[in-house]
Structures are given as structure tokens and as C-alpha cells.
DNA sequence: CTTCTCATGTAAGTGGTTACATGATTCA
DNA sequence: TGAATCATGTAACCACTTACATGAGAAG
């Protein structure tokens, strides 16, 4: 359900077509909701189908131009502010951790560095991107903002304890 | 991918039929990657198909009592230590997150304050599930302790993260 | 005129969810 | 004997991924 949602926050944001909404895309919300394009461009098929988005103008190339409705604006909001039983996180990674008992001491040691490393480097991408921003002062900046922040201290988080992890192996034997 | 892993995990710690398996399930990995008992019962007969795991004994009510087979536990071993391109998250509630814009600021700040009271009662159904805990000193004991761990400081920043953000709201108007 | 970017779409396969279906055994 | 628990399975549906397909317009 969410990409749905995803899409039309988008276009609430700013009308413009299926290729630019991909591009936007791509720079703030894939970080919490992949998605490809294969999926983005039926979502909006299903969108207007349900009368949530309009095609406003159809140019060059075949491009269409969307519009969020009354509607879909509504629609938005609800979903937004419902008290949302989300799909609970899978996380391979964590999965992992619970069976280094499988690995030796040794290797089990790596995979935690090697966790840390990870979110090392995640932690400096975030850094840059956020460096690299140049930041307006309207909503959507905020709040893009404030999700950047909660990677950050995620990552910072998860370097952290996987470093912890790692020493806590290391005195175990 | 990630569920074969998790049934074959479990599996390669104790023996034990499907449905012990799902109770087992549900106490420790459900956690991190949730599962339904349709899922685990055809990904059994999967790994049985594939040699990973066998029957060693059939008992009352159809029960089938599986085991780790060596092949089971080299590809167990082999997809810890792999160096995964891991499935990325999906967050439906820091979707939500970038679209608060299309919410009043008070609504907004809801949200925010609403996501802190959510991170806090994890909190606090983690620190029970710690101390309720009786912690042996094998392997599985240590691994899901620090899976645990994780778990508190994820609750623990999400709860400051969010409670910040609801202030940063309130102060904006 | 060729290459790049713009622009949208279809199809096959996988993994997951929900609901349904079935029946044996234990225990009060 | 009726309810709870043990125990396993099937079927329909939905979301997502990967790969493929197509073609118009811009720019050199």
C-alpha cells in the first residue's frame, strides 16, 4: 500500500510526470520505500484509475502530466494520520545475528565488524548527503530533514553496538 | 530468501518439528523477520526437498520431527558469513514522516508525539522481555541478547528522535 | 545519423499474507 | 463428549523484482 502513497504525496507536493516523479523519487523517499519503475508507473496508472490523480496534459514523447484531486488530497491526509498498523521491519542482518553461534568466535567477530563498517559508511553517506543539500526553508525540506536525521542516529546507533558486539566476542572466549 | 535461513537456523540449534519450530519462532526471530505458519511449513518441505533438512521420525497427528542435514549446515554457514546485498528497509512510518507537510503543524506534531509514545511502549515491552528472560550462557543465549540489545537502542532513539521532532514542530509556527 | 535522455509500458517469477481446510490427541 | 491444543497443509491474492520492449525528441 505504501508506494501508493509514496506516489501521491509526491504529486502533492509538486505535479509532473511519471519520469519526474522517479527522479524526486529517487532522492528522498527511495532511502525509506524502494520502489522501481516498473511499479511507480502502474501505481499511477492505478492512482488516476481510482480518481486520485488526473492526467492535467499530454505531451512530448507521450508524456502525461499528473495532478493530484480534492480526493486523492483527502485520501493523503487520512492515510497519513491513521493510526496505521504498519508492516512489521524485516531485517536480514538481525536475522544473522542470531545465528553466529553457527560461526567461529572468529568469524562471528568479522561479521560484527564488519557490521560496524557497514554503518560506518552508511553514517558518512548520510553526512555528505546532507552536506550536499542545499536546504530550503519550506515543508518539505523540514521534514525531509528530520527523516535524514533520523538516518544519521540510526547509523551512528548501529556502528556503536555492532562495535560493542564485536569486542564483546573478542572477551568471550 | 532470508526465511529458509531463519527455519534452517533454528533447526541447526535444536531439532524439532514444524510446530515446535513456529512457537520457537515467534519467542525469538519473529522479531526480526516475521513469518506465518503457511510459510513455514511449505519453506520446511522446501528445505527437505533440497536436502538441507530430513525426517528422522514421524509421530502421532502426522507429526514430523526434522533434522539439519551436514549439506544443511555448510549452506547455513555460508549464508551468514556471505557478504549480502541485503533487501533494503522499508519504513511506511518515515514515509509518513516526508509528507507531514500536508498535515495542519498541530496534526503534524501528533504524529511526532504519537511515533515517541509508540518507540517508548517497545521500550518498555523490550526491557520486560529482557528481565523476563532467564539467560542460559550458550551461544543462542548471547546472539539473542545482543539482537535484544539492538532492539532497546532502536526503541530508545526513535523515542528521542520523535520527541525532538514534535518539539521542532511546536517551535516553528 | 547516431547516441543520449526522455518516457512509458508488459510479462514472468518470487515471496508474503489471509483465509480456509482437515484431522488426531489430550484433558476436563 | 466437547473444547483446546497439536499438527500440517492448500488456494487466492497482492506487492515487488528483473528483464524486456518500444519509441519519440534533443543534441552533437
Redesign the pocket.
Known sequence: ???RFAALGLLAQHPG????LLKRFEKSMANVW??????L??E??RLADSGLIEVTAV??????EYRVTAAGRAELRRWITDPADD??L?RPDLLRVFLLGELSPAAARSYAAGFADHAASELRRLEELRDSLHWDDDDAAFYGRAALEYGLRLAAMEKEWAAGLAVAIAERR
Not at 510526470?17 to 519526474?20: E, L, V
Request: hydrophobic share 15%.
Open positions: 500500500m505504501s508506494l510526470s511519471g519520469y519526474d524502494p520502489a522501481t519503475q516498473s511499479q508507473y502502474g499511477l496508472n505531451g512530448p514523447r507521450g508524456r502525461k508492516p512489521p524485516r
